[in-house]
């Protein structure tokens, strides 16, 4: 801890969480949600928790969801999004550390499904993460594989999963709030 907290190491630590600025922020801000009246809570906000709720309300949260520090700095390029033959997507891109020491990034990768009023999507899911460590001005290499799960939606007539069709966004960043590439993909 000393050595994070002096400078010696570099920390590469993400929130799991988001931290709204005030509790009417949060997606469960009535009674009737939390904490339930006669017993009974109400789960109203559906898909729109955590980070999904900031980003459909367009709410500033105190620290979005994946918000990390680091003693160094990263820059993100060459994002490129590639069909395969199997229904599977490939997503790569290049990280570079653009300070002056090694230190560890986690890239999150989010899809952005097309929304109706049938089927409401967030903005944003996280569809993968991984963490590189990157020399001080070296890159490194980063690709991701996304499944046909990863562009679906329950279904809950057929009771299974269906991959929507239409535009799908596809964002690269350091947090859900932070997105440094984006992309498109028919599906």
């Known amino acids: 801890m000393a050595g994070v907290l002096c400078g010696r190491f570099n920390p590469s630590g993400r929130l799991p969480v988001t931290f709204p600025r005030r509790t009417s922020d949060i997606p469960t801000n009535t009674t009737a949600q939390w904490p339930g009246v006669d017993g009974t809570a109400t789960y109203s906000e559906g898909i729109f928790v955590g980070y999904r709720h900031y980003d459909a309300r367009n709410i500033t949260p105190l620290f979005p969801f994946g918000h990390g520090l680091s003693y160094t700095s990263f820059a993100y390029s060459n994002l490129r ?18 300070g002056s020491r090694s230190g560890g990034e986690i890239v999150q990768l989010y899809v952005g499904s097309p929304s109706t009023t049938a089927v409401p999507e967030a903005p944003k899911e996280l569809a993968g993460f991984t963490k590189v460590i990157v020399g001080a001005g070296s890159t490194s290499h980063v690709t991701f594989t996304l499944t046909p799960r990863s562009f679906s939606h329950w279904d809950v007539a057929t009771d299974r999963w269906v991959v929507t069709g239409g535009q799908h966004r596809i964002m690269v960043g350091a947090s859900s709030r932070d997105v440094r590439l984006t992309g498109m993909i028919q599906r």
């Open 81 to 98: 999004i590639t069909p395969v033959a199997d229904g599977n997507v490939t997503v790569e891109l290049d990280v570079r550390n653009t």
